[in-house]
Structure formats: C-alpha cells, structure tokens
C-alpha cells in the first residue's frame, strides 16, 4: 500500500492512517488521523483532547516471538477508539485488538489498558502445532472473522493466535471433536472475548 499525503498536514502518511473526512455537500478529504480527530475534536467542542500519536512497542507471546503493535487513535464524537495491529505488507493484519474510551480521558490510560488486553491474548495460544498439522490446543478458541478474498463466495478467515486459517483448515481441526458439542458467541471487537 503506497503512502497518502494528509490534506491537511501534507504528511506522507501510511494508507491504513488515513480516513475520509466529509460529507456529500462538502466534499471529502483524505486526512490522517491525527488531523481527522483535530477535526473532530473542533466540531464537537472538546478543546481538551490530547491529540497524541502512539510509536509502535513490540509485544512478545507465550513462545517467546516478538509481535511490533501499531497504534491508531480516532476520536469519533463522544468516544474514541484506540487500535492496535500487527502489519503484514503495510496492511493491518494478524493480530488486532481495540479499546474504546472517553475522550476527556487520559489517553495513555487507555493505552495501558489495551496492553494488557494485548498481553492477556497473547500469553496463549489457542492453536497447536503438535503432530504434523495445527490443531486446536484445548477446547475453547478465540480469534476474529476475516473474509477470505481468495475464497470464490463470501467465506471466512478466521485469524487465530494472529496466524490466518482458512475455513476448511479450521474445520478439519473441529473433526478432531466430532460428535462433541460445541458453543459459538461473537463479540464486538472492542469487547474481551
Ligand atoms: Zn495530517
């Protein structure tokens, strides 16, 4: 994904920091976030916001890999919605998690409370390479659905201790429990699954 200029600062900016800031009548432009939320911030009068952008901080699993987190903030409206991920190609990928929060707060408040969410999830894995395929570890498993783009139809990506599984590769690791029960909730991205 090639850089973006901000039309705002004129920074070359990543294209996964950029958003779209408008409406129909106005027109649109492409901001970086830290511009889009001074935007925001001046509509909504909330003249204490802390504009702050976040550096990246490396995070390290249960066997010891290294996971670099990127960070976002988008202040939208009443709330503000603090992003974590990993980068793949420079496109978010593998590993993702959001908070979200008042935006009077401290944001770096924020900050260390998804780490620790981050830490939570990253000290298992739910997925295990024992034998000669992946299977799953125990019994539960959490991960997030993606759409699988290579896939003809519409059909999921399950990305699951931040590694891509395909539909069929996670569901030949379920035929491990055939005949057992199972139980399926789906969660918000910024809830704690
Ligand atoms: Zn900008």
Redesign the pocket.
């Known amino acids: 994904m090639d850089p973006i200029q ?6 070359s ?1 990543a294209g996964y920091d950029i958003i779209s800031y408008g409406g129909m009548d106005s027109g649109y432009r492409q ?6 939320n ?1 935007e925001v911030a001046k509509l909504n009068g909330l003249d204490d916001f802390e504009n702050v952008r976040f550096e990246p901080i490396g995070i390290v699993d249960s066997v010891g890999e290294a996971h670099q987190f990127h960070f976002q903030v988008r202040l939208l409206g009443n709330i503000v919605a603090l992003d974590a991920f990993e980068l793949r190609d420079g496109t978010p990928s593998g590993y993702q998690f959001q908070m979200v929060g008042d935006p009077e707060e401290d944001l770096l408040a924020l900050l260390g409370r998804l780490i620790e969410k981050i830490r939570r999830r990253l000290s298992v894995k739910y997925l295990t390479d024992a034998g000669h395929e992946l299977q799953i570890a125990e019994q539960t498993v959490r991960g997030r659905i993606d759409w699988d783009e290579s896939a003809v139809e519409r059909t999921p990506l399950l990305v699951i201790d931040g590694r891509e599984i395909t539909w069929d590769d996670f569901g030949r690791m379920l035929m491990a429990f055939e005949g057992w029960q199972f139980k399926l909730e789906i969660f918000d991205r910024s809830e704690e699954a």
């Open positions: 901000c039309e705002g600062c004129g920074e900016t901001l970086c976030s830290r511009c889009f001074a």
